[in-house]
């Protein structure tokens, strides 16, 4: 009973591959996001879909493309990876009217780029 | 959003109770004060929040000042599970933004 998951929780793969992290919520949210956590440990925003609509959309490569089926799945593309794009990232979800307390995490995707 | 300070690093024992400082001199009015935390290879956690009162949870204590200028989380007994980077975000409740600074990193002593 997981609220927010993400797969897979490891991923290593070749410069230039296309991959994709997958993002589930069963909250009942309506608003999903996406962070990069790199090895600084800072997180940074990077995406977020309001109701399968995308509402912030801060300063990412195009490379990396957001796809949300519906409001309990948002799914993060990265076409032609390169080496800094390995990071830890991490979806989250939030309950429009609730602010930032209705935010939960998920435990973390780990890119490894080599 | 107003930015906050918080210090880099600081140490607790165990039992004892921990103080978070985090200044926001130029908080808005309508800005609320939030606290979460990272534990290690974890998401980040809510703990608490709050806008004008002192707030309490099953977690933590907000202590914000009467100029809103600057609050304490307290963590009333530390556990080694405490240990963990912990963030203070101040921002419009409404937002969707939330943007995480450098944080504090906790680390809790036996």
């Known amino acids: 009973d997981t609220a927010v998951s993400q797969t897979p929780k490891y991923l290593v793969t070749q410069m230039g591959n296309d991959k994709s992290i997958k993002c589930e919520q069963n909250?009942?949210?309506?608003?999903m996001y996406w962070y990069k956590q790199d090895s600084k440990k800072f997180l940074k925003i990077m995406f977020s879909y309001n109701n399968k609509e995308l509402i912030i959309n801060e300063t990412v490569p195009n490379r990396f493309s957001p796809k949300s089926p519906d409001k309990a799945h948002l799914n993060l593309h990265i076409n032609s990876l390169e080496l800094g794009d390995s990071a830890v990232y991490f979806c989250?979800?939030?309950?429009?009217?609730?602010?930032?307390?209705?935010?939960?995490f998920g435990s973390g995707t780990r890119l490894t780029v080599v | 959003d107003a930015k906050t300070t918080q210090p880099p690093s600081m140490d607790c024992a165990e039992g004892r109770a921990a103080n978070l400082p985090c200044n926001h001199s130029?908080?808005?009015?309508?800005?609320?004060v939030y606290w979460y935390r990272q534990i290690h290879s974890q998401g980040p956690q809510y703990i608490i929040h709050g806008l004008k009162n002192n707030e309490t949870n099953e977690m933590a204590s907000l202590i914000i000042t009467e100029d809103r200028k600057s609050s304490t989380l307290i963590l009333p007994h530390a556990t080694l599970r405490d240990t963990a980077v912990y963030y203070c975000?101040?921002?419009?409740?409404?937002?969707?933004?939330?943007?995480f600074g450098a944080g504090t990193t906790v680390t809790v002593r036996a």
């Open positions: 989250a979800s939030s309950q429009e009217g609730q602010g930032a307390v209705g935010y939960t």
């Open positions: 909250l009942g949210h309506d608003t």
């Open positions: 975000i101040v921002r419009v409740g409404g937002d969707y933004k939330l943007s």
């Open positions: 130029t908080i808005s009015g309508n800005e609320y």
